[in-house]
């Protein structure tokens, strides 16, 4: 009778090692998601504010804003970007001592869509460079859309950090 309690104990045993191994892999397998996990989404977040590695189409950004303004920003907006476009008009804001670049003009839904790149006064040489039709790339933030006096122009913006 004492044999057979203790086989019985070594089979509980035996099932309880087996059950231990398992829920050691189990537990070393969800560790492993998770460092994978939280290392994606480390890349994620570092990469919304630090610039693009490769050019953005201006025409690709502004073909979103015109599907859908709330989608763009939300891939856009507050985000260091390097956005390359063809200057279509060049000129000093109303508001500011900042100077414009435009490099994207559309009439769409019946608004007019741009995006302006805003380029600081101190950096005045840097649009006197540039001329009507050269292209440009340029690396800044984007702020998104700028409320306009009427209310059918939607000018996104981007500040100017580095223009090439």
């Known amino acids: 009778m004492s044999g057979q309690i203790q086989f019985q104990s070594n089979k509980k045993w035996s099932i309880g090692k087996k059950i231990g191994v398992i829920g050691g892999i189990v537990v070393a397998v969800l560790v ?46 507050d985000k260091t970007l390097t956005v390359t476009g063809q200057v279509v008009h060049k000129n000093q804001f109303n508001n500011s001592s900042d100077y414009s670049i435009y490099v994207y003009n559309k009439e769409a839904k ?20 540039v001329k009507i039709g050269d292209f440009v790339t340029v690396t800044g933030k ?19 950090e580095k223009i090439n």
């Open 32 to 77: 492993i998601i998770f460092l994978i996990i939280a290392a994606i989404g480390s890349n994620s977040s570092s990469s919304s504010s630090t610039a693009t590695s490769e050019p953005i189409k201006v025409a690709t950004i502004m073909d979103d804003y015109i599907y859908d303004i709330n989608t763009a920003n939300s891939k856009y907006k």
């Open 110 to 129: 019946g608004q007019d869509f741009t995006f302006v790149i805003d380029i600081p006064a101190d950096k005045v040489s840097e649009v006197n460079k």
């Open 142 to 160: 984007c702020v998104g859309p700028v409320k306009q006096n009427d209310p059918s122009d939607v000018s996104v913006q981007l500040q100017a």
